[in-house]
């Protein structure tokens, strides 16, 4: 991936933290996607008072991409805090392998980021051949 794809997911994450809606945790993340033309798509994470009700940030990120028709990407951005690389949950996990992400970006600053490969996050995956069996 391009510096410059790395740069511009990293802003639009960090935009889209400043829209979170976390008054329970007070831990704000947000998310950016690319698709594979290069568009971007923000999230960010929104709690509620019952908390499975609450989204993650890189579920409404895929949500919002999705929504506009998209289904092939290159990588995800995530940001949370300064203090520790903010790495998706397990549920975001299996829809990040869902979409075959190849590449998750965990940042603690715009120049403090870890890359890891979409396969690594969730081995043995529950996916359709499960389905099909």
Do not use: W
Not at 19 to 47: H, L, W
Not at 92 to 105: A, N, T
Not at 106 to 120: K, V
């Amino acid at each position: 991936m391009e510096k410059k794809d790395v740069t511009a997911l990293l802003s639009a994450a960090f935009s889209a933290r400043e829209q979170a809606y976390a008054p329970y945790s007070r831990f704000s993340v947000g998310a950016a996607i690319m698709t594979e033309d290069g568009r971007i798509y923000k999230g960010c994470n929104v709690e509620n008072a019952s908390y499975p009700a609450g989204l993650c940030a890189e579920r409404c990120a895929i949500g919002a991409a999705v929504a506009e028709g998209k289904r092939a990407f290159k990588a995800i951005a995530i940001v949370g805090s300064e203090a520790v690389y903010t790495t998706p949950c397990g549920i975001c996990r299996q829809v990040l392998h869902e979409f075959h992400v190849p590449l998750v970006i965990c940042a603690r600053t715009r120049e403090d980021y870890l890359f890891i490969e979409g396969e690594n996050l969730l081995p043995h995956a529950f996916d359709d051949t499960a389905l099909h069996s």
